[in-house]
């Protein structure tokens, strides 16, 4: 079983910037592949970003390519999602999650375990 809470969602005006964080328990981490997810009011949950168990792969959504960056620190069990030139679009409730390889996948379907979210919001 693996536990992932997630941290650092706030209010930030357009173009600031946020910086989240999962940490995770339960699992040799490096073993698990993670991803971000966001799931607007009213929307569909969307992928935003992925990366592969060792940190050496990622995957972003088209529109925040450029202005996130994910990365992990396997000694301390966390991932980050570090969020730049936000954008009222890019409100959404965020969510950390984790799968049980340590490939790459974009479809939440493949992942097993998820954080309980963290809201972000972006004022114009």
């Known amino acids: 079983q693996v536990q992932l809470i997630e941290s650092g969602g706030g209010l930030v005006q357009a173009g600031g910037s946020l910086r989240l964080s999962c940490a995770a328990s339960?699992?040799?981490?490096?073993?698990?592949?993670m991803g971000w997810f966001r799931q607007a009011p009213g929307k569909e949950r969307e992928f935003v970003a992925a990366?592969?168990?060792?940190?050496?792969?990622?995957e972003y959504l088209d529109s925040v390519k450029g202005r996130f960056i994910f990365s992990r620190d396997n000694a301390k069990n966390t991932v980050y999602l570090q969020m730049n030139s936000l954008n009222p679009e890019d409100t959404a409730v965020y969510y950390c999650?984790?799968?049980?390889?340590?490939?790459?996948?974009?479809?939440?379907?493949?992942?097993?375990?998820w954080g309980r979210g963290t809201q972000v919001t972006v004022s114009s």
């Open positions: 999650a984790g799968r049980l390889f340590s490939g790459i996948s974009i479809d939440p379907r493949f992942y097993a375990y």
């Open positions: 339960g699992r040799t981490f490096s073993s698990i592949a």
């Open positions: 990366i592969n168990g060792n940190g050496g792969s990622t």
